[in-house]
């Protein structure tokens, strides 16, 4: 785990090897310590180099121990060896120093960095403070603020970068473990004292105090109190006040969460489908250039996402005067995107034109044309007659039925969709929807290309809204049904925001536009105009609130209009026209309090994220999890819908649910499903058994 070899004579070379990321692992951490001893023993040897295998130092403590009892030699007294050893201890940094990793290296006298390496302590996104020493030796070696902002932000820095802040005392083009070597040669014997950043004053600042302040209103408190110590303390009392903080975190629901949701993004990489697919046994064919077809908004985001990861692209739009606006909105995209970036925009990946001829030679489609199901249709059948016949042909489309429009071209097999979500270029998420009849080299192909692009590809089948939106739907619902029983856009939002979500259900639907769903409904047959009594509020059977609809024949579309569930100008419209629906429809006001608004808007969501589990749409609640943290606003630091259930308790979910249902139960939604019901019968077990519960038919359709 941690490999000893004596180089160039008198350099003890430690490597540390625990792929994929050399973590700090027990093991690892008893191999450090057993080799820092060994070459402080060895007569021979006059200082020593720490790198990693594989061209990457190290990764940071071992995140998947720490929901364990600790085990092997702790991290802290390990650096404080290599730091107080008697010989020169030079860091080799390749590929990433992060968290316990940079720690590492702060121990060490001499850090060489290699120019492509990136260095940062990122345990804030983690829910946990840098507390291998990051927090006392990071502000006595680059001064307070910018420790703290890297601290508490958890950035990376690249090796340019962390040099011109000093973290680093060297960057080099070459191998950067050779340099090293030479280094550590060339330092033998000399004094260590001023080498040791434990020992250093921490650089004077001016105004610490209203720094420290302002951090505090901003960030994560517990970093800035330790940043502190580390401004005001010694060094010995400095670190048993990061210990004492980091015990305060170590176990909170927010770091499990944010530490399971690091390995919820990574593990939906490994996709299946219920038809037996596999990313590990699908080979992804290469997209070198790609079509975009339709200039919207989604068209542009589109565009500008698939150029920047390096493809080619044929931008298609039918309308001149679309055409013209788009080529200046993208244009301006890339040149927005460059500047943040400190690069130049690439000139001439992207060519325009208003014929559809123009895709003939592209590897990979997408569609992005008006969400009508005629008017894709027919694009569809044209793509199909006008593209090369190994070309991947793909709808973004939000909630159309994918089948169908396979069913519309000669290789059905070839036909996904890639769902993405505005704006197309700077969110994360991406949805890859499989049909009943996508091979599994078109799912691979579309799954890597999401990640080219620098996206969280999920896989998902093929049924209406796909997971995403299939589960907004439920929570909308609710949403509408809380309005009508008495509560009021800003208490519902209250509620949500106050959870952690960014914006609440009713400011998200306004800056979407109330008018999308309206269409939506109405092409389901739902909306409907002038209907009056009680039949006003039931649809095909259920419980249903037109409130949506109403306010859009209202004109009241949102932020787009000027004015939706909130009102953008001073309008008392909105709480009247609330007030009198209500009456008309016979409804008692009452008081709904937090609790009941976040029970019924999220459990339905959960409870439709079980059905959408238990119909095998998407293969574990990882996918879920990562379609709601990235694409729906869900607060991070509460692992996404599906952990949420498992930190509250499955029977908890499960009885609340009933309760309102009982209440409700004109809402079948609010009835746990049978695979809630299922795990609550087999004693709740934690998330990472549930997939073994879930079995079953996947076609929704
Ligand atoms: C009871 C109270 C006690 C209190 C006691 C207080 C004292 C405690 C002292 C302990 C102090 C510890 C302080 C240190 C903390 C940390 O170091 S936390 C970890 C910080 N590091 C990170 O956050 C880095 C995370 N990793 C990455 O950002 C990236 O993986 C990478 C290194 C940049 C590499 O990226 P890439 O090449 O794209 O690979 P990935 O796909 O992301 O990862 C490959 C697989 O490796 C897994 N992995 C990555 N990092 C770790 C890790 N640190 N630990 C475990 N596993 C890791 C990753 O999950 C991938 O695997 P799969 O999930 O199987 O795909």
Known sequence: MAQYTRVSGSVGLITLQNPPVNALSAAV???????????????EVQSVVICGQNGLFCGGADIREFGKEMTGPPLVPMIHAIEAATKPVVAAIEGSALGGGLELALGCHYRISHCKARLGLPEVTLGLLPAAGGTQRLPRLIGVPAALNLITTGHHVTAAEALQLGIVDQVTEHNAVDVAVKFALSVTGKPLHDRRVSSLECPAAPDLDSLFEEA???????????????????YARGMEREKALMATLFGSG????????????????????????????????PVRTAAVIGLGTMGRGITVALAQAGLSVVAVE??????????KAVAGMLKRAAVRRGTTPEPGSITYSD???????????????????????????????????????????????????????????????????????????????????????????????????????????NCRGF??????????????????EGATPEGVDRALEEFGFAMGVFRMSDLSGLDVGWRVRKAEGLAQSGLTGPSARVRQGRRYSPLGDL???????GQKSGRGWYQYEPDPWLHRFLEEYRARHGLLPRRID??????????????????????????????????????????????????????VGLERVAQRLEHYHQAHPEVPYLQPCGLLRRLVASGSPPIHRWRRAIAGPHSQL
Request: net charge positive; glycine share 6%.
């Open 551 to 557: 306010l859009c024949e209202h004109q009241r579309f």
């Open 318 to 327: 039918t309308q001149a005067k679309q055409l013209t606006e788009a080529r």
């Open 355 to 461: 014929q559809l001829q123009a895709a003939a030679r592209a590897d990979l489609v997408i569609e992005a044309v008006f969400e009508d199901m005629e008017v894709k249709e027919t694009l569809f059948r044209q793509l199909s007659a006008v593209c090369r016949p190994d070309a991947l042909l793909c709808t973004n489309t939000s909630s159309l039925d994918v089948d169908h429009l396979a069913s519309q071209t000669r290789h059905p097999h070839l036909v996904l969709g890639m769902h993405f979500f505005a704006p197309a270029q700077a969110m994360k998420l991406l949805e890859v929807v499989y049909g009943a009849r996508s091979s599994p080299t078109a799912v691979a192909t579309a799954m890597q290309l999401g990640k080219t692009m620098g996206k969280v590809s999920v896989a998902v089948g």
């Open 467 to 484: 997971a995403g939106n299939r589960m907004l739907k439920r929570y909308l619902e609710q949403a509408f049904f809380l309005l009508e």
């Open 29 to 43: 951490r008893l191999g450090i310590g057993e080799a820092v001893q060994r070459a402080l023993g060895d007569q």
């Open 216 to 234: 505090m209103l901003k960030v994560r408190v517990a970093c800035v109190q330790a940043v502190r110590a580390a401004a005001t303390l010694p």
């Open 594 to 647: 937090q609790q009941e608004v976040l029970e019924r808007c999220l459990f339905v969501l959960i409870n439709e994220g079980f059905q959408i589990l238990e119909d095998r749409i998407v293969a574990g609640p990882e996918d879920i999890d990562a379609i709601y943290v990235l694409g729906y606003g869900w607060p991070r630091h509460r692992g996404g819908p599906m952990f949420y259930a498992h930190m």
């Open 254 to 285: 927010q770091a499990r969460a944010l530490q399971y949701f690091f390995f919820a993004q990574r593990a939906v990489g490994r996709w299946s489908t219920p038809g037996g697919a596999r990313w590990d046994t699908s080979q992804p064919r």
